[in-house]
């Protein structure tokens, strides 16, 4: 015999529809709850697993935008570097400017004593360091260049009297005869010494020549070799071999101030060093250096020039010293600014490279690195440590005024290649925002539940509820009659 209950039909049937509704109503809850109508894929399996290979690309995507960001700030911070080393090249130029516009060379002027001088032997000054180098140059203070010909010149005859014996020319040159050019005198085979001395005399405008023991001679007052050169049977004729003749240095009155001043200027190895002047009747002496100059030939006790060994200094210029170190510190600031300027461990301006990923698959990339590998730096940008030697030289520094202006635009270019990259990933940025949002809105599309339609689902399941309710206390009262029987 059965132990089962058995339940009336309208029972079982009411109970049947109670259960469901309080199916439903779990289920309706859970969306309430989580907010998706499939939260599994027993929901529905096709736009669970769609959802969800969305959402994993959109936080794929989430990722490489967080590296996205960090490239944006590597690049800002290599922006930031390149502004500063824009503004410490500026700074280099305006210091170059100043050096270039500064004359403050130190000087000293100097009264000739021409008695200490004297005429028995020669007598010099001499210029050494500064801008000079260590190897001394001399000028002769007393120097009187004589060429003089033989007795068996012009026809060997030492009165004058005969002729030279052959037709051409004499050219004479010296530093200081005629500004430095060639006199040209014509003499005649029939010519007597007397005549040509006179001719020579006229030509150079003063008594540069005589006649001495029926000798040719000529004699400059200046501290210059004369050369003598011409036809070679009129320089055999007048006792000089036939060959061009040097004059030698002979020693006589000193120099006048004028005479040192030309000598000193004229002088190849000190141009550009040492600039001599008149200085109301002294002999100024300018140190065109930075370095300290030393002149030989000063008396210790009198302070004169008088050819003797004593030395003096004339110290060099302090300001365009004081400007070649400003510019080399600026130049150690520009190599440690464009050091820092890292993010992250990357520094754009070393030659580090910055690499984004812009897709999950990782097929579109951006490699991001200074025009020049090995980045900007003072090196890169052609920027040499000053020197006191450049600084002494204004075409020097012209040519270190080009150097800057070149670093300028290097650097504009690169903040402008930067600047391009920038936009690049500026922009992937947003189409990264948006293809996340893009994302995010499909899988939600697919999973996401109408709150408003569920509420009222909700409440309609629960009115069926007790609808349900009600409908099984009506079926269970129809059996609970019969009990009335046994009363």
Same mark, same amino acid.
């Given at each position: 015999?059965?132990?089962? /209950?058995?339940l009336?039909?309208?029972?079982?049937?009411?109970?049947?529809? *109670?259960?469901?509704?309080s199916?439903?109503?779990?289920?309706?809850?859970?969306?309430?709850?989580?907010?998706?109508?499939? +939260?599994?894929?027993?929901?529905?399996?096709?736009?669970?697993?769609? =959802?969800?290979?969305?959402?994993?690309?959109?936080?794929e995507?989430?990722?490489?935008?967080?590296?996205?960001?960090?490239?944006?700030?590597?690049?800002?911070?290599?922006?930031?570097?390149?502004?500063?080393?824009?503004?410490? /090249?500026?700074?280099?130029? =305006?210091t170059?400017?100043q050096?270039?516009q500064?004359?403050?060379?130190?000087?000293?002027?100097?009264?000739?004593?021409s008695?200490?001088?004297?005429?028995?032997?020669?007598?010099?000054?001499?210029?050494?360091?500064?801008?000079?180098?260590?190897?001394?140059?001399? /000028?002769?203070?007393?120097?009187?260049?004589?060429?003089?010909?033989?007795?068996?010149? #012009?026809?060997?005859?030492?009165?004058?009297? @005969?002729?030279v014996?052959?037709?051409?020319?004499?050219?004479?040159?010296?530093?200081?005869?005629?500004?430095?050019? @060639? /006199?040209?005198?014509?003499?005649?085979?029939?010519?007597?010494?007397? @005549?040509?001395?006179?001719?020579?005399?006229?030509?150079?405008?003063?008594a540069?020549?005589?006649?001495?023991?029926?000798?040719?001679?000529?004699?400059?007052a200046?501290?210059?070799?004369?050369?003598?050169?011409?036809?070679?049977?009129?320089?055999?004729? =007048?006792?000089?071999?036939?060959?061009?003749?040097?004059?030698?240095?002979?020693?006589?009155?000193?120099?006048?101030?004028d005479?040192?001043?030309? =000598?000193?200027?004229?002088?190849?190895?000190?141009?550009?060093?040492?600039?001599?002047?008149?200085?109301?009747?002294?002999?100024?002496?300018?140190?065109?250096?930075?370095?300290?100059?030393?002149?030989?030939?000063?008396?210790?006790?009198?302070?004169?020039?008088?050819?003797?060994a004593g030395?003096?200094?004339?110290?060099?210029?302090?300001?365009?010293?004081?400007?070649?170190?400003? #510019?080399?510190?600026?130049?150690?600031?520009?190599?440690?600014?464009?050091?820092?300027?890292?993010?992250?461990?990357?520094?754009?301006?070393?030659?580090?490279?910055?690499?984004?990923?812009?897709?999950?698959?990782?097929?579109?990339?951006?490699?991001?690195q200074?025009?020049?590998?090995?980045?900007?730096?003072?090196?890169?940008?052609?920027?040499?440590?000053?020197? +006191?030697?450049e #600084?002494?030289?204004n075409?020097?520094?012209?040519?270190?005024?080009?150097?800057?202006?070149?670093?300028?635009?290097?650097?504009?270019?690169?903040?402008?290649?930067?600047?391009?990259?920038?936009?690049?990933?500026? +922009?992937?940025?947003?189409?990264?925002?948006?293809?996340?949002?893009?994302?995010?809105?499909?899988?939600?599309?697919?999973?996401?539940?109408?709150?408003?339609?569920?509420?009222?689902?909700?409440?309609?399941?629960?009115?069926?509820?007790? *609808?349900?309710?009600?409908?099984?206390?009506?079926?269970?009262?129809?059996?609970?009659?019969?009990?009335k *029987? #046994?009363?």
């Open positions: 015999m059965s132990n089962d /209950i058995v009336s039909a309208g029972i079982r049937q009411n109970l049947l529809s *109670l259960q469901t509704t199916s439903l109503q779990a289920r309706t809850q859970t969306r309430l709850a989580t907010g998706k109508k499939v +939260n599994s894929a027993l929901d529905n399996a096709v736009n669970y697993f769609t =959802a969800a290979s969305l959402t994993t690309r959109s936080t995507l989430s990722s490489l935008l967080d590296s996205m960001t960090n490239g944006v700030n590597t690049l800002k911070a290599a922006d930031n570097g390149l502004t500063s080393i824009t503004t410490t /090249i500026q700074s280099m130029q =305006a170059v400017t050096a270039r500064d004359a403050s060379w130190q000087a000293q002027s100097y009264t000739i004593d008695t200490t001088i004297g005429t028995g032997a020669l007598k010099y000054m001499s210029f050494q360091a500064g801008s000079v180098g260590g190897t001394p140059i001399n /000028i002769v203070l007393n120097d009187h260049e004589t060429l003089t010909g033989t007795t068996s010149g #012009f026809g060997g005859v030492t009165t004058g009297t @005969a002729g014996g052959t037709s051409g020319t004499l050219t004479i040159q010296a530093t200081d005869i005629n500004g430095g050019t @060639a /006199i040209n005198v014509a003499v005649g085979s029939t010519d007597l010494v007397t @005549a040509v001395a006179a001719n020579i005399n006229a030509a150079a405008g003063y540069l020549a005589s006649v001495v023991n029926g000798e040719l001679v000529l004699k400059d200046g501290p210059y070799p004369i050369t003598l050169s011409g036809t070679a049977g009129v320089l055999s004729g =007048a006792g000089f071999g036939g060959t061009n003749t040097v004059s030698t240095a002979t020693a006589g009155p000193a120099e006048t101030v005479q040192l001043v030309y =000598a000193i200027n004229s002088n190849a190895s000190l141009a550009g060093h040492v600039k001599a002047n008149n200085n109301a009747g002294q002999l100024q002496i300018s140190n065109i250096s930075i370095s300290s100059l030393t002149v030989t030939g000063i008396g210790q006790l009198t302070g004169k020039l008088d050819g003797s030395p003096a200094t004339i110290a060099g210029n302090g300001v365009r010293a004081n400007l070649v170190t400003q #510019f080399n510190q600026l130049k150690d600031q520009l190599d440690k600014t464009a050091a820092d300027a890292s993010f992250n461990g990357i520094n754009l301006l070393t030659g580090d490279v910055l690499k984004l990923f812009f897709n999950e698959l990782g097929t579109s990339t951006l490699s991001i200074s025009t020049n590998p090995n980045g900007i730096s003072s090196s890169t940008l052609g920027i040499a440590t000053a020197t +006191n030697v #600084f002494e030289s075409t020097a520094i012209d040519a270190r005024l080009q150097q800057l202006t070149t670093a300028l635009g290097t650097v504009a270019s690169q903040a402008s290649d930067f600047g391009s990259h920038l936009s690049i990933v500026q +922009n992937r940025q947003d189409f990264t925002n948006n293809m996340i949002n893009t994302l995010k809105t499909g899988a939600d599309g697919l999973t996401l539940a109408d709150t408003n339609e569920e509420g009222a689902n909700m409440l309609a399941l629960q009115t069926r509820q007790q *609808l349900s309710i009600t409908a099984l206390s009506l079926a269970s009262q129809a059996q609970q009659s019969v009990l *029987l #046994f009363g």
